[in-house]
């Protein structure tokens, strides 16, 4: 989907005046890991979202900085930090979204599962504290692994008596502008115009763009179609070859990220045909209980959970081989937190 009017108009800085709440602000928006290498720039996207009238930037160090200077931006919302587990609670109550980068990324030779020791730990320590300060707001999981991280986020709001499925999402936006900018390459279209469905998880094989259904279509080959495929899918890796050793996206996961807040943001505020694909609680796919596909955003987060569509036979091979690997992603979830918490 394209920049909301609200995120556009604050991006050419001409936005003086909040937007009213009939327009849909005055939301309080957290960045959870605000002092990272995602979260500085995603906090900075947020801070110019006139949707937005306060962002809290919370990180275990680093956000007097950060925040200080991302709070000079000359655009309506207050930018505040917040630093370490005694300032988390202020950091969070009141919020409407909750974005979480918090935790390890990925160095070269790692894959997205070899961060589950660190990230699961961090990521159950915040939903929880989301819990009791914002139990209402939706959550946007960027911390990897994504297919395991948002598990634990449900069974953790679960204990805690909380969890609404509608509000809980996992981020796989950055699977669905690498595959937009990669197809428009291939297909010699404008990538403004393209829409490209990504299915199934956030790691690997489990992510699978769907190119038979990308709009406008293009007459590509089966091996364009296969490159494109695996290139979306090692997308990431790419990228922390390519930073070697200095860790993952940053700067393109900040985008993808501050795209999936803004149409949460503009679901919130009851705009119509806000359609974001997300990791998210699903009926989809019987036995894998957590899948991406489309979902519709609207007052109370997901309000309609998009079916897959057709696929070809080569997107089909992809979807039968990645079940098993999902499938064990959220069960190794729902473990850790039956098991430690
Ligand atoms: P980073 O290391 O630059 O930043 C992470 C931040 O989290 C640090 O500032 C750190 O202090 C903070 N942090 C650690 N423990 C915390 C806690 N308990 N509470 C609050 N903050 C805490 O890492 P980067 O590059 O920003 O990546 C963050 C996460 O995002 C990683 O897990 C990475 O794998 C994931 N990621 C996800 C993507 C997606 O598409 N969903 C894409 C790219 C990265």
Redesign the pocket.
């Known amino acids: 989907s394209k920049l909301s009017p609200a995120l556009k108009t604050s991006v050419s800085g001409a936005r003086t005046f909040a937007a009213s709440a009939a327009e849909g602000g005055g939301r309080k928006v957290a960045v959870?890991?605000a002092?990272?290498?995602?979260?500085q720039s995603l906090s900075m996207l947020m801070k110019m979202n006139s949707m937005v009238d306060e962002v809290s930037l919370?990180?275990?160090?680093?956000t007097p900085g950060v925040a200080a200077d991302i709070s000079h931006i000359n655009t309506t919302a207050i930018a505040k930090g917040y630093m370490g587990d005694e300032q988390l609670h202020d950091a969070l109550s009141g919020c409407d979204l909750v974005i979480i980068?918090?935790?390890?990324?990925?160095k070269p030779g790692m894959t997205?599962d070899d961060?589950f020791k660190i990230?699961a730990g961090?990521v159950a320590?915040?939903v929880k504290a989301c819990a009791k300060a914002c139990p209402n707001a939706l959550i946007n999981m960027?911390?990897?692994p994504?297919n395991s991280t948002v598990p634990i986020a449900a069974e953790v709001l679960k204990k805690e008596g909380v969890y609404d499925k509608k509000k809980l999402l996992g981020?796989?936006t950055?699977d669905v502008v690498r595959a937009k900018t990669f197809y428009a390459a291939k297909a010699g279209v404008q990538v403004e115009k393209v829409d490209v469905p990504v299915i199934g998880g956030?790691a690997g094989i489990t992510i699978l763009p769907l190119f038979s259904q990308a709009t406008p279509s293009a007459p590509l080959s089966d091996e364009d179609i296969d490159a494109l495929t695996i290139r979306t899918q090692n997308g990431?890796t790419e990228v922390v070859e390519a930073k070697d050793g200095k860790?993952?996206?940053?700067l393109s996961?900040a985008y993808a990220g501050a795209m999936m807040g803004d149409a949460c943001l503009q679901g919130l505020a009851g705009k119509k045909d806000i359609v974001e694909c997300s990791y998210v609680e699903s009926p989809v796919v019987p036995g894998i209980p957590y899948f991406a596909t489309k979902v519709v955003l609207g007052p109370e987060g997901v309000a309609e959970i998009r079916e897959i569509g057709r696929m070809t036979d080569y997107e089909q091979s992809w979807f039968e081989k990645m079940q098993p690997e999902l499938k064990a992603s959220i069960d190794k979830g729902v473990a850790f937190v039956n098991e430690t918490m």
């Open positions: 959870l890991g002092a990272g290498g995602i979260g919370y990180d275990i160090a680093g980068p918090a935790g390890v990324p990925r997205r961060l990230n961090i320590g915040l960027i911390s990897n994504v981020v796989t950055l956030h990431g860790g993952s996206a940053t996961m």
